[in-house]
């Protein structure tokens, strides 16, 4: 691209990691706003013994975005497969480690950006971290990002979400949404890594003021627990409400299938591939191959369930620049 463009990803997990990787190799000025609500994991038994924010999507969002050493890079998503640290990553105890040391999370992530020699910005949605609730559709209220995601008998479906306590967002976050050139959805988790997000006050308000391109990529399956059988439409119109009044201008979705076998592995688990119905709405679609030929393996020592089939990290940052490119055109006209 001729300039840079000032590109705003909001959510955390793999997802926000595959858009990321891939737009760090194009001229984009790269901000990642993330979600400070999980609970799970080695994650959650950080946060509960030294009550520091969430270290685990923040880790991953720094390694996507660093320049520095591959040893460093590979140190930091290493994953303790026994004894003590067993299912730590070295990457979320020296998050750990630099909040207590730079005497707050903020400043830790900042000096590990500069460690990492990160190129853009990692910034945490909130300065503390908050509990995310669902209440489904029988009333039925859900403590805990962990427990929403990972249901372990049958549910109704959500009906909403919501933080307790309520926790206000991070100036620098208001300030990279107000200063982008476009604001970038997902892909993920849409209950337990982008809605919290838009739940922390002031980031919804902060949407709504920013007068540029707003792209929701599409989750290329549904969830067990979370998005049973949501179409393509039915992703969009949750997003736009906790976006309310402003909406999507633009979505990005997979158009191409995956293997049979993968196909397979997923339906024994109760997800599928999101049907695509977005014909029925007003948003602008562009459809394209995005998913990665490459299976996530899983890790050992890791005990949280996580997607294996996920989107390509170079055909996500094309589709996406495409869209911006399209955009600028049309203003200039």
């Known amino acids: 691209m001729d300039e840079e463009s000032k590109i705003v990803v909001l959510g955390g997990g793999t997802g926000t990691v595959a858009v990321l990787s891939g737009l760090k190799q194009h001229n984009a000025d790269l901000t990642a706003i993330v979600t400070m609500s999980d609970n799970g994991g080695s994650t959650g038994i950080l946060r509960n013994e030294y009550g520091v924010l969430p270290p685990g999507d923040i880790k991953q969002c720094l390694v996507a975005l660093s320049d520095g050493d591959e040893l460093l890079r590979q140190m930091m998503t290493h994953r303790f497969p026994n ?46 971290a908050s509990n995310l609730f669902a209440e489904l559709d029988d009333g039925t209220v859900v403590e805990g990002e962990d427990a929403i995601s990972q249901p372990t008998s049958p549910r109704t479906p959500i009906s909403r979400c919501f933080l307790d306590p309520v926790v206000h967002a991070n100036p620098d976050a208001v300030k990279a949404i107000h200063e982008a050139d476009v604001i970038i959805f997902g892909p993920g988790d849409l209950y337990t890594s982008l809605i919290p997000v838009l739940l922390v006050d002031g980031i919804a308000k902060a949407i709504a003021e920013s007068n540029v391109l707003r792209v929701l990529i599409m989750n290329l399956t549904t969830k067990p627990g979370e998005t049973d059988g949501y179409p393509a439409s039915r992703f969009l119109s949750v997003i736009q409400q906790y976006i309310a009044p402003v909406v999507i201008h633009r979505v990005i979705t997979n158009s191409a299938s995956p293997s049979t076998e993968v196909l397979d592995r997923y339906l024994k688990v109760g997800s599928a591939l999101v049907y695509d119905d977005l014909e029925k709405t007003n948003v602008d679609v562009l459809r394209t191959p995005l998913v990665s030929e490459k299976i996530a393996q899983p890790i050992k020592g890791d005990v949280l369930t996580r997607s294996l089939f996920r989107h390509d990290p170079e055909r996500l940052a094309n589709a996406i620049l495409s869209v911006l490119a399209k955009h600028k055109k049309n203003i200039t006209l």
Do not use: D, K, W, Y
């Open 83 to 128: 004894g003590p640290f067993r299912g730590h990553t070295f990457g979320n105890l020296m998050l750990t480690t630099a909040e207590q040391v730079c005497g707050s999370a903020l400043l830790g992530v900042q000096g590990l950006q500069r460690i990492l020699r990160v190129r853009g910005n990692v910034i945490p949605v909130s300065s503390v």
